[in-house]
C-alpha cells in the first residue's frame, strides 16, 4: 500500500513548531449561524409589532439606557 502524503500541520506538530491560525476562524461556522438566525428573529419580531404599533425593542441603545 502506498503511503500518502501528510498534512503540513502535522509536520509542523511534529517538529514541535506552533500552527500559524491567523485568518482562521475560531468557532464553528454552523455555532455563529444559530446566532444570526436568532437575531434575525428578533429584528424580525420587532418589525412586525412595530407595524401592528407595538414599540417593542432594546431596553439599551448604544449604551444609553432608554425611559420606559
Known sequence: MP???RS???KEAAE???V??????LTR???RAAEHRLL???RRLALALALEGVDYGPAVVHGVPLPA
Not at 20 to 25: A, I
Open 20 to 25: 500559524d491560525v491567523t485568518g482562521v476562524p
Open 16 to 18: 514541535g513548531r506552533p
Open 8 to 10: 503540513p500541520y502535522a
Open 29 to 31: 461556522p454552523y455555532y
Open 40 to 42: 434575525q428573529a428578533e
Open 3 to 5: 503511503r500518502r502524503p
